[in-house]
């Protein structure tokens, strides 16, 4: 057995649950549409041989943020353990709310009928309570422009099959059709009003031009033509009618044409009182389905405008449907909670005739505590007449997505009980069974990431709220009080917690911030001096002082706005205006503040030390366009300088790193300037590159704890290095398949980066010799699979502070560790840095130098991979790893010290006391 095996890990860990995080409800779900077929057939529908492939998920909260959802899985890979992540999220206004969300594909003809729209071919639309309707910048992540309504409070919203307009159901009474093809957003027309609200609104199936089609067969199939071809496939579908639900208890169909009332059907009534009809839909076919607060569901005949069937399916308020993607299936949710399933089966025939079908109340789930509020599907579906039908692989289970005021996104997978002829996926892993019946759901975490962060030092812990900021600080146990009780990171069995004293912890600080949109980041520095925050469109700095009595004295430095406004060109336009940052990391003695700005994505490094703040040098490396050189990617073109000279250095694997030597002091005058004047002196061939400058969200920023390294990543999967001695560019990493979720360098080895991906996969680099080493793909490539397949993402990760007299991990040192942490579960990864070799003969080990100091014999992780002089060693198992699941969900978790270890906890029992009581009947005479 290995020797670290017979001294286990502990910590003093802090289990703390004092921090007040209060989620937000989830209260839209959305995910974006398939384009339309070509009514002449000119594109083949080929989904049912082609993998699936999984758009993004938008989720829209009461707090009016909206969290972008990325799917995890690798290309052609149809499971994946992770499934959709927190990828980006859009801060809403303060004080707002989300209460519709839609998709919308910017150019549905430049994609084919089975092609999966990505993030940049989409629009996303929401309206939130108010007479506003707002497109968000999605690669901003900020409001891209609005347009009011003209009749009140927006009820709901509704994108017509073919991706050009938009329907809104007012507070008037009107349904208001506004244009949005071509990628504008303007009023088309207004329809009758009525007496009511409209609560819902549906479009029914697109109908074939025919005329239209017969005219462009007989055109010539020229060149000329094509423009004009195009043209033809946006009018090959016309809308045929509009669907909406009411106040006041009715259903109304519209004919698109005339904008009139073609007929009105009525739900039912209780003692007089008005039903709402909070949702409908309409299939392939043409039957509509409306759900109401009465907890019916009923199918309507569109021709006839009569009722079909009708369900008594919920205890309460109908509030959300989704339909499957081949419209076989169903499913409603509401104010009970469940969510029902309704199925298209076949009945017997009687004779000879043929087989007849009807809806049936299959089976409900109750997979939320509180009101579920919206739903979706992926697949979307699209409602297609029976000839054009989509397709959809029948071995991959359709997902359903659904969410209330639990603030948790469930994920169903919702295959239907009759596909048994071939054996179907679960995408999300979690079970065998892949039915909506008998699978197994899972919850996505309601952590926010960046929401809580310690001050070592300072032993301070904040939490940011949509426009405030709370402090505590954590207090050192007495020395007359006894040790608290170690846990140790070697099992997994819960141990018993020692009892906590009195007074471990104190709220020292409670901010309340004027701000126009929710804070999107804070960052404390590890002294707890300063503190930094930012709404989308300013950052505010803070110098903390402690007073006598314990608590925090907070004075704001009042021209830090304007010092960055002046180092931000006006060439960025709209960001111009715009102060607001990303993400802020404070160097470990306190003296810059490393930010990357929220609408323009530069890096600035400012130097805190003086009379006033400075900024010492603007970086533009993220914002430049990627170029394709023989099959390799470039990762932009060569920087502007502010009076230095370029040096690129081609490496092996392909990318481009760019060494900016400076030759004058950082506190040249005005960078900003510079910058832009010798951008345009660069090479003529290279400016149409330059020219239309990226936008990426450069979200995580890591400086090295001797204060030389700083690396930057986007969400274009980009990772910068500067050194900040020199305040210069020092290289790029080569892209991954994913953007990083978390980096982070080693204490004791501070050129060693660490970057943590989303799909719970790790690489390590070192910056110095711009090389991965041995040992970090040694332990990138063999990690377990409870952790690669674990449910929950990583959201952060930590190193084991170095001792202060220890050597580098020697045979007498401590062993150190790297700590992976998800809401759910801890990682501890030993870091013994010697090569495992596959295989059951012994084999020579290579002496391969590793970073750090000299090294030591033993083989630790300051020596070589190997014993000294290469000499045999016996193969030794996997590395000391454990996963630890008794703490959950964690928000934060970080060390204040080499042996103490702060975890912060918000369990959902907490949270839920916080909502109102859930619907609950009690049924006469039941136990």
């Not at 930012?534 to 007073?547: G, N, P």
């Not at 943590?756 to 991965?772: C, K, L, M, R």
């Amino acid at each position: 057995m290995d020797k670290k095996r017979d001294n286990p890990t502990t910590l003093s860990v802090h289990r703390c649950r004092f921090v007040d995080y209060a989620p937000s409800a989830i209260t839209a779900l959305a995910y974006p549409p398939l384009p339309l077929p070509s009514v002449k057939g000119k594109k083949k529908t080929t989904a049912g041989k082609q993998p699936l492939k999984f758009g993004v998920l938008a989720v829209g909260h009461a707090n009016g943020n909206i969290d972008i959802c990325e799917w995890m899985g690798a290309e052609g890979e149809s499971q994946c353990s992770q499934a959709w992540v927190v990828r980006k999220t859009l801060p809403g206004p303060y004080p707002s709310k989300v209460d519709s969300l839609a998709f919308v594909i910017r150019h549905p003809d430049d994609l084919g009928p089975n092609d999966v729209p990505k993030q940049s071919d989409l629009r996303l639309f929401s309206s939130g309570g108010g007479s506003e309707l707002i497109e968000w910048d999605l690669e901003k992540g900020c409001i891209r422009r609005t347009i009011g309504s003209q009749g009140g409070t927006i009820w709901s919203i509704a994108v017509n099959p073919s991706n050009s307009s938009i329907a809104l159901g007012c507070e008037d009474g009107t349904v208001r059709i506004l244009s949005i093809a071509h990628d504008t957003l303007t009023h088309s027309r207004r329809f009758d009003r009525v007496k009511c609200r409209m609560l819902s609104i549906a479009w029914g199936p697109p109908v074939p031009r025919k005329s239209k089609s017969q005219t462009d067969k007989a055109q010539p199939a020229d060149s000329s033509s094509e423009s004009d071809e195009d043209e033809d496939d946006e009018d090959d579908w016309t809308d045929s009618f509009l669907v909406t639900g009411g106040s006041d208890s009715s259903l109304r169909k519209w004919d698109v044409a005339t904008g009139r009332v073609v007929e009105r059907m009525g739900v039912d009534k209780v003692r007089g009182e008005r039903t709402l009809v909070w949702t409908v839909g309409v299939l392939g076919d043409g039957t509509i389905v409306s759900g109401d607060s009465l907890g019916m569901v009923k199918f309507w005949d569109s021709r006839t405008c009569t009722q079909l069937y009708s369900f008594k399916a919920h205890g309460a308020d109908v509030l959300c449907m989704a339909i499957s993607p081949e419209g076989k299936a169903l499913y409603t949710a509401g104010v009970d909670q469940k969510t029902v399933q309704f199925s298209l089966i076949k009945t017997s025939s009687t004779g000879n005739g043929p087989s007849t079908t009807r809806w049936t109340q299959t089976c409900s789930k109750r997979m939320h505590s509180h009101d579920v509020r919206a739903l979706a599907i992926w697949p979307p579906y699209t409602p297609l007449p029976s000839s054009h039908k989509r397709q959809f692989p029948i071995d991959v289970a359709p997902i359903l997505a659904s969410g209330g005021l639990d603030m948790s996104v469930v994920l169903t997978p919702a295959a239907l009980a009759q596909n048994t002829i071939v054996k179907i996926t679960n995408p999300l892993d979690t079970s065998a069974e892949s039915t909506f019946e008998d699978s197994y759901h899972r919850k996505l975490a309601f952590v926010q990431k960046g929401a809580v962060r310690v001050a070592r030092s300072a032993r301070l812990v904040s939490l940011a709220r949509e426009s405030g900021l709370t402090v505590w600080r954590i207090q050192k146990k007495p020395d007359g009080n006894a040790e608290p009780q170690p846990i140790p990171l070697e099992i997994d069995e819960d141990y018993p917690e020692a009892e906590p004293f009195a007074g471990g912890w104190e709220k020292v600080l409670e901010m309340d911030l004027r701000v126009d949109s929710n804070i999107t980041t804070h960052q404390f520095s590890d002294d707890g001096k300063w503190l930094a925050v930012s709404d989308l469109y300013e950052s505010k700095l803070f110098a903390i002082r402690a007073q006598s009595n314990g608590e925090l004295s907070v004075k704001r430095v009042k021209e830090f706005s304007s010092l960055l406004q002046a180092h931000i060109p006006a060439s960025s336009g709209n960001a111009s205006s715009s102060t607001g940052a990303a993400a802020f990391q404070f160097t470990p003695d306190s003296s810059k503040l490393i930010m990357s700005t929220s609408m323009s994505s530069y890096i600035l490094i400012i130097n805190l030390t003086g009379d006033k703040p400075r900024v010492l040098r603007r970086f533009d490396h993220h914002r430049m366009q990627d170029s394709i050189v023989h099959d390799r990617v470039i990762k932009g073109r060569t920087p502007a300088l502010v009076n230095g000279s370029v040096h690129v250095n081609g490496h092996v694997n392909g990318d481009v790193d760019v060494d900016v030597n400076m030759e004058s002091p950082p506190s040249s005058p005005s960078p900003a300037k510079k910058d832009s004047e010798s951008s345009d002196e660069d090479d003529s061939d290279e400016e149409d590159v330059g020219s239309t400058a990226a936008i990426v969200s450069v979200d995580q920023i890591a400086v090295s704890t001797d204060g030389q390294w700083v690396a930057t990543s986007d969400n274009h999967a980009r990772t910068h290095v500067y050194n900040l001695d020199l305040i210069s560019h020092h290289c790029t990493l080569p892209s991954f398949h994913r953007s990083a979720q978390a980096l982070a360098f080693d204490p004791m080895h501070p050129s060693v980066l660490l970057l943590a991906f989303p799909d719970n996969s790790i690489q390590i680099y070192d910056v110095e010799t711009q090389q991965f080493p041995i040992w970090g793909k040694e332990l990138s490539a063999s990690l377990p699979k409870r952790f690669t397949h674990a449910h929950d993402p990583i959201l952060g990760v930590t190193f084991d502070p170095p001792a202060p007299a220890a050597a580098a991990g020697g045979p007498e040192g401590k062993t150190r560790f790297v700590l992976f942490w998800g809401a759910t579960w801890l990682f501890k990864v030993d870091l013994d840095t010697r090569t495992r070799h596959v295989g059951g003969k012994k084999r020579r080990r290579e002496v391969v130098p590793v970073p750090g100091p000299p090294p030591t014999p033993g083989g630790g992780v300051g020596g070589v991979v190997g014993g000294p002089g290469g000499h045999m060693e016996e193969e030794r198992q996997w590395r000391d790893y454990k996963m630890v699941t008794q703490y959950r969900p964690i928000l934060c978790c970080d060390f204040l010290s080499r042996d103490e270890l702060v975890v912060v906890e918000r369990p959902l029992v907490d949270v839920l006391l916080t909502l109102p009581p859930a619907y609950f009947k009690h049924k006469y005479g039941a136990s």
